[in-house]
Every structure is written in structure tokens, then in C-alpha cells.
């Protein structure tokens, strides 16, 4: 059964929290001559401010880490274009890029790198587009935001492989969207999750115009199944209530159950004020399993 971490904390707080938060979800071990990639979550024109996008403090706090465990260790931190998003602006808008430089890091836009394409049994795909940089790693980690979404209810590590797909107008596969989703992931599996719960975004407006929900929570863990099913639960949702979550674990990405390292799920939920007619139900049921 595979270890999931919950770590509370700030963004005044990450750069001394990051690493037991890390630690508790198993752990990252680097040589200098690794590629890492981190997928960041920029998703559409967002302040930091509103939950929706990656916090600049808190990837300088990863990267920070990762210069800890390894000086020359090939860092790139990696999003790609979507319909609405173009990351290329973003970072130089929301301050991301000058932490990339300060920490000897590259960022990548995968829509404008080469690609491999794969075979995979997939539920929609049967072969996918793969950035190079991302074939080409040896550690793959993937950051999201702790967030609603209107079409998934959860949006969060598993969702984050879905805006790897190189391909701009992702929007198309939005009527697939938990197949792709699992697709996605069958094929660009991260080796370890880092969820940003410290502000995230709540409401059915989500994962981009939604409520900014303040967490202070960190999870962490190699099975982005059971981070996400964690994330489910700190939301007040129950995983198996939410499709590509149950699906995933069918197509062998992970389990939903899992052992919680640092804090008790139970006080650290918060609700996230989707308007599911059960949602204080769940909530209770979740409990009770605690």
C-alpha cells in the first residue's frame, strides 16, 4: 500500500516544510546527471492570488529542494498552451521566470518542443504525443493545485498529465475528458506528485474562475491515485464518487487506498463549496472511515 503525505504549512512556511513534506511521501532520490522535469499548472490568465495557478514561492521551494539533493541535476520546469493559456507570458507575468533562472533551471514549452509518439491501451487514445522532455526524463514530477472542476469535480494530479497533450485546442477532448485524462497519464505517469493546497480554488467555477480556498496543506506521494483520492477527501468529496478516479485505478495507475503520513485527513478537510446536493453526506462518510 502506497504512502500518501499531508503536510501543513504557508508559503511563508514551504522552504522549511518542503522537505518532510517530500519525505513523507516517499521521497525523491537524485544523481547529477538526472533530468527532472515539473510540470507546472498554469491553466489561463490568473493572479496568484486566485488559487488557479502555480505560486511562484511554492515551485521556488521544489526547486530549492531539488538544488539540495543534486547541484548540476538537469532541472526543467515544463507547461504547455492550451486554448486559452499561454505559459510563455505567463511565467514572465505571474514572476515564475526569474525563480527558473535563480535555481539553474529551464523551462520548457511542450507545445513547441519535439515530440515521440506511443502506443498505449488506451480508453480514448491509442497512440499519444509525447514532449521529448518528458520521454527523455528521468524523474517526472508533477505539481498541481488543489482544485475543483466543473467537468472532473477534482482537478489535481492525474488532471496535470492531461495539459501535457502538446496540442493547443485541448478543449475537443473535453467531451472524452476522464478517458483522456487516464490516457494521459497511462502514458506520461509521474514518478512523484506534489499537490499545492496551501491556496487552492473551491466552487463549481473551477479549476480556473472559481473560489480561492486557503488549505495550508501540502500532499505528497508516488501514486498519484491515492494523492488524489487524498485530495478528494480533504476536498470533501468521496473518490469513488468521481469517475476518472475510478477509472484510474482500473487502468493500473495506482490504488485509492493508501497510509496517511503527517497530518489526519479529518483536520485538514474544508469545503470546498461545490454544489454537490450530497456534499455534506460525504463529508460525514469520510469521517466515520477516520
Given amino acids: 500500500m502506497s504512502i500518501v503525505g499531508i503536510t501543513k504549512s504557508s508559503y511563508s512556511e514551504i522552504h522549511q516544510k518542503i522537505a518532510v513534506a517530500i519525505e513523507r511521501g516517499g521521497g525523491i532520490d537524485l544523481s547529477d546527471d538526472d533530468q527532472v522535469v515539473i510540470k507546472m499548472n498554469l491553466c489561463d490568465f490568473r493572479a496568484v492570488e486566485s488559487g488557479a495557478v502555480t505560486h511562484p514561492i511554492f515551485l521556488d521551494s521544489v526547486l530549492s529542494y531539488l538544488r539540495s539533493l543534486s547541484g548540476k541535476a538537469d532541472l526543467a520546469v ?41 502506443r498505449i491501451a488506451g480508453r480514448f487514445f491509442d497512440e499519444i504525443a509525447i514532449p521529448k522532455v518528458i520521454a527523455d526524463s528521468d524523474h517526472f514530477i508533477t505539481m498541481p493545485k488543489l482544485k475543483t472542476h466543473l467537468l472532473t469535480t477534482i482537478s489535481c494530479c492525474l488532471k496535470n498529465q492531461f495539459g501535457c497533450i502538446p496540442q493547443r485546442l485541448k478543449v475537443k477532448f473535453h467531451p472524452v475528458l476522464d478517458d483522456a485524462i487516464v490516457d494521459a497519464s497511462l502514458a506520461m505517469k509521474p514518478d512523484f506528485c506534489i499537490v499545492d493546497g496551501i491556496l487552492g480554488m473551491g466552487g463549481t467555477k473551477g479549476p480556473d474562475m472559481g473560489t480561492p480556498m486557503r488549505s495550508n496543506v501540502v500532499v505528497t506521494g508516488t501514486d498519484p491515485v491515492a494523492v488524489d483520492s487524498v485530495c478528494a477527501e480533504i476536498m470533501g468529496f468521496d473518490p469513488h464518487s468521481i469517475s476518472h478516479l475510478r477509472k484510474a485505478e482500473s487502468a493500473g495507475l495506482g490504488e485509492m487506498s493508501c497510509r496517511i503520513a503527517g497530518e489526519d485527513v479529518t483536520q485538514v478537510m474544508k469545503d470546498f463549496e461545490y454544489s454537490h446536493p450530497y456534499a455534506w453526506v460525504l463529508r460525514r462518510v469520510i469521517a466515520l472511515r477516520h
Fill in 78 to 118: 515544463v507547461e504547455s498552451d492550451a486554448t486559452v493559456a499561454r505559459p510563455d507570458t505567463l511565467i514572465r507575468w505571474l514572476g515564475i521566470e526569474p525563480v527558473i533562472r535563480k535555481r539553474g533551471a529551464r523551462y520548457v514549452n511542450m507545445t513547441k518542443d519535439e515530440f515521440v509518439t506511443k
